[in-house]
């Protein structure tokens, strides 16, 4: 496979971070660069001499730029195949030259259309044509031609040029495998748009189009996976905007594990949705743990409280800045935490954590940033050759849907635990089942075959903390025996989404032992 030396590179960008420096690197190897509109126009402000494509094709570039590159002395000059004597009599007899190095990103488009407030007029006009064009032709043509469309490739190509005068056929086949991976992720942005802006009659095929095609990009491979024989790394969505785990920043502690970053999403789902300064506490992807109170320091406090046994070694999330008091509580003996997750951390609370535990150099601090509401998306499980997609269970349900259906009424203060236990209770693997009171939880029944098992497990983790506490279920009761348990207890209220044809036996057993009852009306199952 011939290497043929690079003399001419037609360059087109959008984006010109380390651009400059780059082209005065090809202008010093004596590569002549042709180029078009603001692209030429930036380099010769710095003094390059460059090569004006419209002037080379003798062809203006019109329709306010839509029009500049589509030009066959532009692409004969990239697909020519230069180990064939007809292809370069070809280009000699059109007065076309050959283009070695063809650099090229393409029209903002995701940016664009990720902005507040932009037009379908704005959109369409990010829709490149010309670099795509030019990037494919370039990257079907790799044997001859160095396609770069990011500045992370700049320096490997002056390397090469300085140490050879061309590039390796490893670095063109590599070049051109990113090259096709950037037009198709950019192309299929361009598809979701339409699909999600397009008018269409079922408004189920918008919502769940006939194809989908997912864009990863790889953020960081990991140890391992759930064991350590299984192989994994964290991708992010392309246009993934820096909100949330994905966007987090590590400030301290071991390198994320996979279970560490399950586990870490988990506790900041659930105290994103709490208005009061609020901690949660996982272990194994279910809450054991979490509170809200007036001050972060007390809720961390009570929601270390709620199962201190299986909150060794556990996941934190904290809906506010990580404070000096707070430091201080899990600073204190006798405590081990893998991870913790907020906003942000005091300098003074940094210190803490990670100067005065004994675990201080292992725990990993991540930085969120300012929580932002919690908005829908679609969730994606897999499937042997295949995935299941639904909307995720993340909006909060409307109260006045809420219907109590038992002889007492909860009071306020039960009232308060019921909402409390009803955002819990979403977030503990079905069948679910929690106890709580005063904004804390204190059991968990989770991932049980049977829902009386999980009210069993649910009871004893609270052990004497039940007495006029609340309880929650994430689906109805299929028979009156758990709340006999429940009762027998001390528990005073319950809320669950009804809907079971014993409902009435259920509504019984309640009015029975004096217990209020809340009909949600809505189930939240998590398998």
């Known amino acids: 496979m011939i290497s043929p030396p690079i003399s001419r590179a037609l360059i087109s960008v959008s984006d010109k971070s380390g651009l400059l420096e780059f082209a005065q690197g090809l202008a010093a190897a004596g590569v002549e660069i042709y180029s078009t509109g ?109 396609v770069v469309t990011s500045s992370s490739q700049y320096e490997d190509v002056l390397a090469a040029i300085a140490s050879s005068g061309c590039t390796s056929y490893e670095l063109r086949r590599r070049f051109a495998a990113a090259a ?44 391992y996976g759930e064991n350590p024989h299984q192989r994994a790394a964290l991708y992010a969505e392309s246009g993934a905007t820096s909100t949330g785990l994905i966007g987090a920043k590590q400030l301290s502690g071991k390198e994320l594990s996979y279970n560490n970053l399950l586990d870490l999403e988990s506790a900041l789902a659930i105290v994103r949705g709490l208005s009061l300064p609020a901690v949660s506490v996982i272990k194994h992807n279910n809450p054991c743990g979490a509170a809200a109170a007036d001050s972060l320091c007390e809720a961390v406090r009570r929601a270390m409280q709620g199962d201190p046994l299986s909150a060794f070694g556990s996941v934190l999330a904290m809906n506010r800045p990580m404070d000096r008091a707070t430091a201080e509580v899990l600073a204190e003996p006798g405590l081990f935490i893998e991870a913790i997750v ?23 601090l991540m930085e969120v940033g300012e929580l932002q509401p919690t908005v829908g998306y679609w969730d994606y499980r897999r499937l042997e050759g295949g995935f299941l997609r639904q909307e995720a269970d ?7 849907d809420w219907k109590v259906v038992t002889q007492r009424e909860p ?117």
Request: hydrophobic share 40%; aromatic share 8%.
């Open 38 to 146: 603001g692209t030429r126009k930036h380099l010769e402000d710095a003094g390059l001499t460059v090569c004006d494509v419209a002037a080379y094709t003798g062809f203006p570039e019109m329709l306010d730029g839509r029009l500049k590159t589509l030009h066959p002395k532009v692409h004969g000059g990239i697909l020519c195949r230069h180990d064939r004597k007809d292809d370069r009599e070809s280009l000699a007899a059109a007065g076309i030259v050959t283009f070695e190095l063809v650099v090229v990103n393409l029209y903002p488009f995701e940016e664009t259309i990720a902005r507040d407030g932009v037009t379908d007029e704005e959109a369409v006009e990010n829709i490149d044509i010309g670099g795509p064009s030019m990037v494919r032709a370039a990257a079907k043509n790799h044997p001859f031609v160095t």
């Open 180 to 223: 096709f991976e950037h037009t198709a992720c950019y192309d299929r942005a361009i598809a979701n748009y339409f699909a999600q802006t397009a008018a269409v009659e079922e408004p189920a095929e918008k919502t769940l189009p006939r194809t989908i095609s997912l864009q990863l990009e790889r953020r960081a491979i990991l140890r």
């Open 342 to 364: 907020a906003p942000s951390f005091e300098p003074k609370a940094f210190e803490i954590l990670t100067t005065r535990p004994k675990w201080k150099v292992n725990v990993r």
């Open 394 to 400: 993340v909006l909060a349900d409307p109260e006045s």
């Open 411 to 527: 009071n306020d203060a039960e009232l308060a635990d019921l909402r409390f236990a009803w955002t819990m209770v979403r977030f503990v693997k079905s069948n679910a089942i929690v106890i709580c009171s005063e904004q804390a939880l204190w059991g968990a029944g989770a991932g049980q075959m049977s829902r009386v098992d999980s009210v069993e497990i649910a009871i004893t983790k609270s052990g004497v903390r039940s007495q006029h506490a609340v309880l929650g279920s994430d689906a109805f009761f299929p028979f009156p025996d758990s709340i006999e348990l429940a009762a027998e207890a001390g528990v005073v209220a319950v809320i669950q989404p009804g809907g079971s044809r014993k409902d009435n036996e259920v509504i019984e057993a309640c009015d029975r032992h004096g217990l209020a009852m809340v009909f949600t009306g809505r189930r939240h199952f998590k398998h």
